[in-house]
């Protein structure tokens, strides 16, 4: 099974209200990604876990939070959202000892503030 | 600080005929460069890759890509699409390949396969 799971699907959230997103994966990979993507916008990396290693990038540092409580979960936490958090969010995960290259992403988790 | 340009949001092509979609990237060594294809309503899946040697790397479904130093290049081909190949197709790179893939992606490009 290489299946990477998300949920929610669809989320909306109120300005100023927290968000959970949850992400599994059953292929005993040891990184696990999350990714922004807005409409006509590159995917873009906020973090990143190897292991229990968490890598945040800097200009998301401080606007998303991230747990990593096994290896196959991980979840994306966003504490007070703002308009500007309206996306989609995608995660993946990948095996470094395969070392392919390839990422296996879910369907991502639609996040709409208001 | 490394960049990828899809500078096509949109090809139309006819079912049968060839395709080229453009990327452009930079960084002034060589990264590790992908390709992924978005099918609607499902995640992002690999199509090929290109680390090192040969430019020229076959991936999934008779796609391949030709990977140019000197153009900072790495354009995706198919000699012949089928109007299964519509889809969003995604250029990528990473620095690193050790301890995860940091990827850098495209804003991709839309490809409509006329049936």
């Known amino acids: 099974d290489t299946t990477v799971k998300q949920n929610p699907r669809y989320k909306l959230a109120r300005v100023g209200k927290p968000v959970n997103l949850i992400c599994s994966q059953t292929m005993n990979h040891d990184t696990m990604y999350w990714y922004q993507k807005k409409p006509n916008q590159a995917p873009k990396l906020l973090l990143f876990?190897?292991?229990?290693?968490?890598?945040r990038e800097a200009d998301t540092f401080e606007k998303f939070q991230s747990s990593r409580p096994n290896n196959s979960f991980c979840s994306l936490y966003i504490g007070s959202a703002g308009l500007e958090y309206s996306a989609m969010y995608l995660c993946?995960?990948?095996?470094?000892?395969?070392?392919?290259?390839?990422?296996?992403f879910g369907e991502g988790s639609k996040l709409t503030v208001l | 600080a490394q960049s990828v340009t899809q500078p096509d949001a949109r090809v139309t092509v006819s079912e049968g005929a060839s395709l080229q979609l453009r990327c452009k990237y930079s960084?002034?060594?060589?990264?590790?460069l992908f390709w992924y294809v978005q099918y609607p309503r499902q995640g992002l899946q690999l199509l090929l890759k290109?680390?090192?040697?040969?430019?020229v790397v076959q991936g999934v479904n008779g796609f391949e890509a030709e990977f140019s130093k000197s153009n900072s290049s790495f354009h995706l081909r198919k000699a012949s699409v089928h109007w299964s190949d519509s889809a969003v197709y995604f250029c990528?790179?990473?620095?690193?390949?050790?301890?995860?893939?940091?990827?850098?992606f495209g804003t991709g490009t839309s490809l409509l396969v006329d049936p």
């Open positions: 876990y190897y292991d229990k290693i968490l890598n």
């Open positions: 990528a790179l990473s620095l690193t390949r050790n301890m995860g893939y940091k990827l850098t």
């Open positions: 993946a995960s990948s095996g470094t000892g395969s070392n392919t290259g390839q990422l296996y």
């Open positions: 960084y002034s060594g060589t990264p590790y």
């Open positions: 290109y680390y090192s040697g040969d430019p």
